[in-house]
């Protein structure tokens, strides 16, 4: 089931890649736009991007767990790059197009950060752990015990085929349960993101404007958006 998931994440994560990078090689997403159109073309899809890149690296740490770091490292870089786009692209300034030209270089960087972590991905989907697989197989098996207790088999096998029918039954209830608490987890994971967004957006529309911010809003640089992530 896992797999499944994962798998229909990674179709819908490139077709949306696919979807921004023609955008950009047609000139229907570039840099000359102002800031509120060029978020507009491409806020659904960066909305979207964010959700699957939280939920796919869940779904990546259950099946290799070995590769946290690496996960969880390329799921930053993906979503901060992502949202510091959004930031710039909502952020009043008297130079717009110097904006768009800042989040447009981001955009083309969430690209390539965004490629990366569909190889990322695929990988785990293809090779996941070891013992993750024999679970995962292990629990496919159970799903299907009906057909074991029809084995043509000795009567002194018979007991050895009882006790293993029991133990795959007890075995698919536990998984069971794990992938209740999985959920419960990606579904806490989604609403503390959207909780961070929303103050995030908060945070940003509540922030007084002295002489001194609407200086440093003219001088845009990707650094004042670096610090503010971090």
Known sequence: M?????????????????????AVAS??????????????????????LIDLTTR??????????????????K???????????????VQNTSEPLANSRLAFEQLKKALTDGSDFLFLMREVRDNPSPLISAILAFKKTSDTRGSAVNIH???GEQPLIKYVTTRMEEFRDALVDLEKKVGEMKESMRELHEENMKARSSKTSEQPETSESKTEKRQVSLSNFKAEQN
């Not at 896992?2 to 023609?22: P, T």
């Open 153 to 155: 088999a000795s009567e």
């Open 27 to 48: 000139g229907f997403i570039s840099e000359k736009l102002s800031p509120s159109h060029l978020l507009e073309r491409t806020d659904n899809c960066v909305d979207r």
């Open 56 to 73: 796919s690296e869940q779904l990546m740490l259950i099946l290799k767990p070995e590769k946290a770091h690496t996960v969880k490292t």
């Open 75 to 89: 799921g930053k870089n993906l979503t901060q790059t992502l949202t510091t786009y959004k930031n710039i692209l």
């Open 2 to 22: 896992i797999k499944e998931e994962i798998d229909k994440d990674i179709g819908e994560f490139e077709e949306i890649l696919q979807k921004i990078a023609g």
